[in-house]
C-alpha cells in the first residue's frame, strides 16, 4: 500500500530513516534488524516528500509568463477601446446638445448659424445649415484627434421646417 506520509507522519518517516541507515528492514510498520536496504530503497521512501523539481517549476514559470502577457495585451486593447468610446460619447453629446440648440432657434435665425464653429476640450464643432424654402437641414461636425494622431469626427443631422 503505497500511501504517501502527511506531514503529521515527517518525524515518524525520519526515524525510519534512522534505522534503515543503520541496517533495520521495516515490514508492515514493524522494525527487523538484520539486513540493510539499498540506497535505490531509501531514496524511494524519500522521494515520497520531494517538492517540485526545478525543471517543473521553470516549466509553470514560462506558463505563468506566457498567460501575464496575454492579460497584459487585452489590458492594452481595453484602455484603448475605453479611450475612444470616451471620445465618441463626448463628441456625441455636444452634436446633440448643438443640434437641439440649433432647432430651438426661430426658423429666420438659422440661415446665420451657417458656419459657426466652437471648441469643447479637444473636440471641435461645426454648423452647417442648408436648404431653402421652407426647409433647412441642420447639421453638426464634431471632429477630434484620438490618442493615436488619427482624425475622427461625429456629424448629427436634422431638417426643420417652417410650419
Not at 12 to 22: G, H
Not at 110 to 119: I, R
Not at 134 to 162: E, H, P
Request: charged share 15%.
Amino acid at each position: 500500500m503505497d500511501k504517501k506520509p502527511e506531514h503529521r507522519d515527517l518525524p515518524e518517516l525520519q526515524n525510519r530513516l534512522l534505522l534503515l541507515n543503520k541496517g533495520a528492514d521495516i515490514v508492515e510498520g514493524k522494525v527487523k534488524r538484520g539486513r540493510r536496504l539499498s540506497q535505490g530503497k531509501i531514496s524511494q521512501i524519500t522521494s515520497s516528500c520531494a517538492g517540485f523539481t526545478l525543471l517543473e517549476v521553470l516549466i509553470s514559470m514560462v506558463i505563468l509568463s506566457i498567460a501575464l502577457l496575454g492579460l497584459a495585451a487585452l489590458a492594452t486593447t481595453t484602455i484603448r477601446s475605453n479611450t475612444f468610446s470616451n471620445d465618441y460619447t463626448t463628441a456625441t453629446s455636444i452634436a446633440q446638445n448643438q443640434l437641439e440648440s440649433l432647432i430651438n432657434l426661430n426658423f429666420g435665425a438659422l440661415d446665420a448659424q451657417n458656419g459657426v464653429n466652437g471648441t469643447s476640450g479637444k473636440h471641435t464643432w461645426t454648423n452647417s445649415v442648408t436648404g431653402a424654402g421652407s426647409t433647412r437641414t441642420i447639421g453638426v461636425t464634431v471632429s477630434w484627434t484620438s490618442a493615436y494622431g488619427n482624425a475622427k469626427n461625429v456629424v448629427l443631422t436634422s431638417i426643420k421646417s417652417n410650419t
